[in-house]
T-cell receptor, first 110, second 113 residues
């Protein structure tokens, strides 16, 4: 079983739609969680960190369920510019590497 | 520069040759990561350096791969006797210690012919 698993998609949605991505991780000792975004042929960039109590940044909401080892990302009112691959990222503990999921591809159309 | 710098941006090499890929992290960042990404695939962890600690080499796919980080700054990833399956984009990232954001360089696209 891979350490971080995501539904690869693609998710094809119209502008204005709400879309949710899920991610599961296998190592219960994992301490930090992130969502990164990667545009085609570009390097990944941090979208948002994921906190235990859940957190929101504009149209984006991230949730963490430690008991189920599950992370989610909700995008409301999708924009064309949201089209990208969204990477779920887990850090086992301080002083260890970031482990990336394979990513979920989102395509928003007009 | 302000960001993570990688060189070369593109490298074409013949099968069997050795290659060196360079990464200049953001000044002050103590953590440095190497990943590779094959076409249409996710990021595969290769190696992680944190300060003066022993590097985490658990992701290196074979003994043909090695990496160094000199003086806690610049890192070099070396691939010996390259194979066609080594063709990928090699990405370097750096961060402060702890659970903080990692910043990526633009990568080195390696093609083995």
């Amino acid at each position: 079983r891979k350490e971080v698993e995501q539904d690869p998609g693609p998710f094809n949605v119209p502008e204005g739609a709400t879309v949710a991505f899920n991610c599961t991780y296998s190592n219960s000792a994992s301490q930090s969680f992130f969502w990164y975004r990667q545009d085609c042929r570009k390097e990944p960039k941090l979208l948002m960190s994921v906190y235990s109590s859940g957190n929101e940044d504009g149209r984006f909401t991230a949730q963490l369920n430690r008991a189920s080892q599950y992370i989610s990302l909700l995008i409301r009112d999708s924009k064309l510019s949201d089209s990208a691959t969204y990477l779920c990222v887990v850090k086992r503990q301080a002083g260890t590497a970031l482990i990336f999921g394979k990513g979920t591809t989102l395509s928003v159309s007009s | 520069g302000a960001g993570v710098s990688q060189s070369p941006s593109n490298k074409v090499t013949e099968k069997g040759k050795d290659v060196e890929l360079r990464c200049d992290p953001i000044s002050g960042h103590t953590a440095l990561y190497w990943y590779r990404q094959s076409l249409g695939q996710g990021l595969e962890f290769l190696i992680y350096f944190q300060g003066n600690s022993a590097p985490d080499k658990s992701g290196l796919p074979s003994d043909r791969f090695s990496a160094e980080r000199t003086g806690g700054s610049v890192s070099t990833l070396t691939i010996q006797r390259t194979q066609q399956e080594d063709s990928a984009v090699y990405l370097c990232a750096s961060s402060f210690a702890g659970n903080t954001e990692a910043f990526f360089g633009q990568g080195t696209r390696l093609t083995v012919v």
